[in-house]
């Protein structure tokens, strides 16, 4: 069956300007993540949904960076007047089960360069 | 102090090596724990998740050690196809979906 799914694969923008970045989980998945990863870097949490449950927002780095998942499938992050340092690679994943307990499928990721 | 730490490496070892990895984690709470592989520029995928008791995966061993709040990785006669990226990855408490990731250690299997 399909995996994780994420476009673009690859975004260059200039600084200041607005991106959005998609993500399709695989089918029935309940929970899905957001990570970026910095060159060289590990993988930093950014939010999660779960569920009909109010998402956990907890890792986002500024007001400039929100998400929302439509229809408890796709998800869209949105990041705001894009600066320099946000360029990483933004990997989604999606998970079903117990909480904590099962395993991520992650999507290949967009890489997001910002001039 | 961050919540999961691990040896950045790399670690280079001759094939048909044994190498092991350790990960802390600082939340004595923390409940599953998982070890994930992630080739260059590829995304991550799991290796093996590591149970209370330890579990062996063929050549792949993970042990938890929960009083000195540790996960270890052992892979036994490295192949050249185990060169990748480690990452230790723990869910720190109950009831949350939430998972952290150590940062991750470079392993190289030379010929």
């Known amino acids: 069956g399909a995996g994780v799914s994420q476009s673009p694969s690859n975004k260059v923008t200039e600084k200041g300007k607005d991106v959005e970045l998609r993500c399709d989980p695989i089918?029935?998945?309940?929970?899905l993540y957001w990570y970026r990863q910095s060159l060289g870097q590990g993988l930093e949490f950014l939010i999660y949904?779960?569920?009909?449950?109010?998402?956990?927002k907890s890792g986002l780095p500024s007001d400039r960076f929100s998400a929302e998942r439509t229809g408890g499938s796709v998800s869209t992050l949105t990041i705001q007047r894009t600066q320099q340092e946000d360029s990483a690679v933004y990997l989604c994943?999606?998970?079903?089960?117990?909480?904590?307990?099962?395993?991520?499928?992650f999507g290949p990721g967009t890489r997001l360069t910002v001039l | 102090r961050k919540e999961v730490e691990q040896d950045p490496g790399p670690f280079n070892v001759p094939e048909g090596a044994t190498v092991a990895f350790n990960c802390t984690y600082s939340?004595?709470?923390?409940?599953?724990f998982f070890w994930y592989r992630q080739d260059c520029r590829k995304e991550p995928k799991l290796l093996m998740s590591?149970?209370?008791s330890g579990n062996e995966d063929g050549r792949f061993t993970a042990q938890l050690n929960r009083a000195s709040q540790y996960i270890s990785l052992l892979i036994r006669d490295s192949k050249l196809s185990d060169s990748a990226t480690y990452l230790c990855?723990?869910?720190?408490?109950?009831?949350?979906?939430?998972?952290?990731f150590g940062t991750g250690t470079r392993l190289k299997v030379l010929a």
């Open positions: 949904f779960q569920g009909n449950s109010a998402p956990d």
């Open positions: 990855v723990v869910n720190p408490a109950s009831g949350t979906y939430k998972y952290i």
């Open positions: 939340n004595s709470a923390s409940q599953s």
């Open positions: 590591v149970y209370s």
């Open positions: 089918s029935g998945h309940t929970a």
């Open positions: 994943a999606s998970s079903n089960g117990l909480a904590g307990v099962r395993e991520q499928f």
